[in-house]
Structures are given as structure tokens and as C-alpha cells.
């Protein structure tokens, strides 16, 4: 039981059992039932044919369509994480600077860009490095190809909201280390600015790990937004290989499936990393350090070699 | 801009908006509450229903979901959402297969959020409201629920400005909406398109932020003194 069933419900005894037994069944069966009916309807529609789902079974589907779809995919979204996650690092410490009037900008910025949708940062980068005349100009003169517009204003409308999710992301979690980090690393003499780049904002990266890389989850989902502005992503490459095989529906579970298992993969890991530091975080005091009680205290003339066991 | 604004009928697009998102939060809410009843059912077969559901649904892509209920369930398979001789039959129906992508996706971030607010609730409220010899149906009414609804407040606050947000890929089917207002403006005066972007940003702060407000009020306002 979890531990929200052990809130909402008592341990149940044998007529309690009897009647989850009746109601398993009930919400089985109607759930199932929900299913079936749309299978039927679907299969009713000869979705389930062999003709429909043998396309995925050549090479050729998965050479020239699914492959490149998902690799242009994870390109943007691997691209998207690095490009995010410096940013963000940057962007935390700037919004906890000692200097007010960066802190009020790096605000101002982190608090625009998380309200914004990512789909609107998307469309605008695209349409102005098409459109804009001067823009267009100096995204040529950097040497970016016509074809590879797309991709930019993809990684660009990314890399503005998640390096915004992660800059509050590390903030949150510099703010949940302990003080004495903080005043440990002030007393032997660091300056506010290494305290932070030294001792707070690594530990904060560590304890906030899982964190990062659910966002990762997001920021592959969100690569998916390029089908909108014609990135040629995994959406849009299966549309096309939908209407070359007129199976669209089909494609598109499959594609979905893709998707699932790609991100449940990733949650998995974030997961993975979560149990891993609980079980770190609960080892004991660091050994060879007994606690100090005025019994045990050393005794003032012993200052020299701290007598460590007794 | 001003005239811009006229011509290309913002507030008409950000309307759009605002009704899909009003819609789909309404269906979000009752789907989301029926599959966190599954998830939190005593149950394990509907458990494992509840999860599967949530686990599916949060790692597809949105843009895929509403692109799917268009050319899958819609063209392929022929679901009309709004009767086939309705004079605006194409934007209704592309408006209620978004609301559809919108709610099924959302619904799994609901059923997250009002799991979390149960969990919130400590186990000593249960057991001391059993010990002091509620039923069941008692202490879920006078102590566990009212506990776990305020716990969920932040959370469903959360997933309405992610819902509200989100709306925008309802452009990807044909709705037009403010992404395809601001498209088709920033493409009609591409020299004033920062000015626009801006526009169309602050008309997000706007609708976004007083539910962020709302939300942080009602949580510190209702907050369980623990």
C-alpha cells in the first residue's frame, strides 16, 4: 500500500477485501470495456490490418522517415539540454548575485520566459529569421543555412523557457542547503561569489539532480513543437510516411510508443538517481567523529592531539 | 500596432484561447479526479489502470496528441466531434478535437496533483481521526479531504498555467488561435515583430499570472497549520 492508501484507507479485513474484490472487478470490467468498444470501433475501420501495420516491418519506413525524424528530434533535444542547462547554471547565479541591479534583470528575464509559451518563442524566432530583413541578414552572415532556420528557432524558443525552469530550479535548491554551508564557507574566508560557485550551487546541482533530468523528459517533449514551425522532427516525418502508407493512425500509435518509452526511460533514470542519493543521505554521522557531550569534550590541556578514541 | 490590433482581431485569437483553455480545464478536472480515484482506489487492478493512463498520457508529446486526434481519430477514422452540417463545421470541430487533445493530457497532470494533495495529509490525521471513532465516510469528509483539497490548490494552479500555456498548440490543427494571429502578423510587418512578440508575451503574463496570484493566496490563506 502506498502512502497515500494508508491515509485515505484502514488495513482491510475479510469483508472489506471481499468488496475491493467486487469492486476490482466492476472497474476492470468497465475500463476493459471502455477499451474494447474503441478497439472494436477501430478495428471496425480496418486499422487493424496486416496491410496497415506491415509498413513498420520494412527498412525502408524506418531508413528514410522514422530514423531521421527521431534523430532530428534528439538532435535538438540534446542540443536544447546543454544549451539549457549552462544557461540556466549562468542564470542562477546571476539572479543570486550581490549586485541588485542584475539580480532585478536576471528576475525580470527567468519570470518573462517562464510565462511565455514555448510554442510563441518558436513561431517568433522562425518568422523573423524568414521575414526580418536585418535578421535575416545576420543569421546568413553567422552562417546559417536556410534550411537550417528551423532548427534554430526550435533549439532557441527551448533553450529560453527551460534555462528560465532551470535557473529556478538550482535557486530552489541553494535555498534548501543548510545556512551553515553558506556561513562555513564565509568564516575560512571565501567571498560571496565563490561561496556560491565553490560549495553552494554544486551541492545544490547534486541534491537537485533528479529535477534535471525530469526536465530533460519536458524538453524532449517539447521538440515535438517543431512539427508546427516545419522542423522535419519525428511528428512531421511520420505524417509523411502516414500518407505515403495511408496509415496514419497506425503511425502514429507507433510513434507514440516511441515517445513513451524514450521518456520512460528517462524517468526511470531520474527516479533511479532519486533512491540512490535517499539511501546516500541516510548513512550515518561521518565516522570517527564522536559526539561531543561535556563528558567526552577534550580536556583543555590535550589541544594539541585531539584524543579521538577512548 | 494599434491598427494591427484590429486587423488581425487579437483579442478574437487570444479569445479562442481562453475558451479552449476554460473547456479543457473543466473536462481535465472530471476526467483527472476520475483516473486519480483509480490511482488511489484500494484496488490494485485499478491502480494499475490509474498509473498506466498517467504514464502513458505524461510522456507523449501534446503537439502529437492533437495532431493524432485530427488526422487519426478525426480524418482516418471519421469521429465528428460537432454535427457534420453545422456552417462552421471545420473550426468547430478542429476546436473540440483540440479540446479533446488538451483534456486526455491534461487529465494525467490532474490525477497528479490531487494525489500529491493527498499525500500531504500526515497518517496520524487518519488514525487519530479513527481513534477518536469516525467511520469511515466521516473522517474522510471532516479530516482527510479537506486537508488533501488544500494540499492540491498549488499543484492544480500549476498544471492551469502549464493548460493555459499549451493552448497555443491547438494552432498545429487549424485553430486560429494567437500563435497564428501572431504568425500571420509578424509576416504582414516583419519590421515591427519584436513589438508584436511583446504584445503577445504580456497577453500571456496576463492571463497567466492572476491565476499564479489566486493559486499562492488561496494555499497561504487555507494552509493546514501543521
Redesign the interface.
Known sequence: ?S????????L?GPR?RRR??I??VI??AL?LGLLGVAMV??AE?G?FEAAKWLPFTESQSWQFYLLPGLLATMRAAAVAIVMSMVLGIVLAMMRMSDIAPLRWATSVFVE?FR??????MM??TW??LV???TLREASASLGIQSSDVTFVAVVTGLVLYNSSVICEVVRNGVTSLPAGQREAGLSIGLSPSQVRRLILVPQALTAMLPALVSQI?VI??????G??ITYPEL?SRT?QL?SANAN??VA??V??LI??L???AI?KAAEWLEARQRRRRRTPTPRGVPPVTMETAAPADSLDIPERRP | VLELIEQFNVFGAFWLNIRLAAVSFVLAMVLGTVVAI?R???????NW?GSTYV??L????????I??AN???W????IDMVPRDRPNFILENNFWLAVLGLTVYHAAFICEAI?SG??T???G??EAA?SIGLT?PQS?REV?LPQAFRGAITPIGNVLIALI??T??A??IGNRE??YA??NM??FR??A??LI?LL??IG??IL??PVGLLTSWLSTRLAVKR
Open positions: 500500500m502512502a497515500a492508501q494508508q491515509v485515505l484507507f484502514d482491510p472489506a475491493h474484490l469492486g476490482g472497474g476492470s475500463c470501433r477501430v475501420q486499422q518573462f510565462a511565455v509559451p514555448v510554442l510563441i513561431i517568433f518568422v523573423m521575414k526580418n530583413p523528459v524532449t517533449k517539447d521538440s515535438a513543437l512539427y508546427i511528428v505524417r502516414g496514419t493512425f502514429y500509435l510513434v507514440a515517445f513513451i524514450l521518456n520512460w524517468t | 483509480l488511489l482506489a484500494p484496488v490494485s487492478v485499478l489502470f504514464t502513458l505524461r510522456n507523449t508529446p501534446l503537439t502529437l496528441i495532431v493524432f488526422l487519426g481519430l480524418a482516418q477514422l471519421g494525489r493527498v499525500n495529509v500526515p497518517v490525521q487518519a479513527r469511515f474522510l482527510i500555456k499549451n497555443t498548440v494552432v498545429a494567437i500563435a501572431m504568425r509578424i509576416e516583419p519590421d515583430g519584436l512578440f503577445v508575451a500571456f503574463v497567466t499570472l
